[in-house]
């Protein structure tokens, strides 16, 4: 494997994976794409008959039959996507992203990739898998937890000048993309529990210690792979942070355009980010 020197380094060879002639490599991609597309085909036709049988109930029942009619159910969509994405990654999409350790090893051993046998190889960590994001939503919910808290300590503070002014205008200004930072911080903290999960067979809590052992001395390096791919996500959580003014000027259905959007982009650069990570780990491993 090349010399690794740089975060740049890292991200330049994991893209250098990527190729026709690795072509089982996008898999994952494909059926986690595949996956999420189906679920939100689903929740956009759930008011509508036969699905609304089963849902129309539960959505009148917890937000009101207004949201089984245009345009509210709409604008209901993001909400119910998010809830099922939160599962599916918790029990689906997870594990098949990380099927990419396996497949990005086989490349650097200089064996064919084939997704099956990634799979079959992958399938007995499954469970240390799902704890592990599992883990990874714990954590996130922590650092939630504490910008809400935050939050409530600016709201108290009342001064139209000075220093606690400013502090108070920056935790504002910086609430949209609080989550967008916190949430690298989190992925980058428990990057390397898949990897050793998945490449050398540890349990959680083996593989949980071992990840600090290769984040030492080497967090800020793994933070900035992490970081680098995640701000092609910036876009969209711009969209978002002013859906509601461009929902004015077009149609609640760009909605459903920017949820395709960002099932494409998320998913992308999760898989980037573990063969990022992958790649790192056997560096470290063949240079101790």
């Known amino acids: 494997m090349h010399k690794v020197k740089s975060p740049l380094t890292i991200l330049r060879l994991a893209f250098s994976l990527f190729k ?3 072509q089982q490599i996008f898999y994952p991609f494909i059926i986690v794409v595949f ?3 189906l679920v939100l085909e689903i929740l956009y036709f759930s008011p509508r008959y036969p699905l609304s049988i089963l849902f129309a109930p539960l959505i009148s029942r917890i937000w009101g039959e207004g949201y089984l009619h245009y345009p509210m159910d709409l604008m209901l969509l993001p909400k119910l996507f998010y809830y099922t994405q939160t599962i599916i990654f918790l029990f689906l999409s997870s ?4 099927l990419i350790v396996d497949m990005v090893d086989a490349i650097n051993n200089e064996k064919q990739v084939n997704f099956k046998a990634s799979l079959r190889k992958s ?4 469970i240390y898998i799902v ?3 599992l883990l990874f939503l714990l954590l ?4 939630d937890h504490a910008y809400d808290f935050l939050l409530q300590r600016a709201i108290k503070i009342h001064s139209t000048t000075g220093i606690y002014f400013w502090i108070k205008k920056f935790v504002f200004d910086a609430a949209p993309y609080a989550k967008f930072i916190y949430g690298i911080f989190a992925t980058a903290l428990l990057i390397y529990i898949p990897v050793l999960v998945i490449l050398e067979k540890k349990k959680l809590v083996g593989a949980f210690i ?3 052992k290769v984040l030492f001395g080497s967090f800020w390096l793994t933070f900035t792979f992490v970081l680098i791919p995640t701000l092609f996500y910036l876009p969209l959580l711009l969209i978002w942070d002013n859906i509601t003014l461009l929902l004015e000027k077009t149609s609640p259905d760009l909605q459903v355009l920017v949820i395709a959007l960002s099932i494409f982009v998320t998913t992308g650069i999760n898989i980037f980010i573990f063969a990022a990570a992958t790649t790192y780990y056997l560096y470290k491993k063949e240079n101790p």
């Open 20 to 22: 026709f002639e690795h």
């Open 35 to 37: 996956i999420n597309f």
């Open 95 to 98: 594990f098949l992203i990380v």
């Open 123 to 126: 399938l007995p960590g499954y």
């Open 131 to 133: 704890l592990y994001s």
């Open 140 to 143: 996130f919910k922590v650092f």
């Open 210 to 212: 071992s990840n600090f």
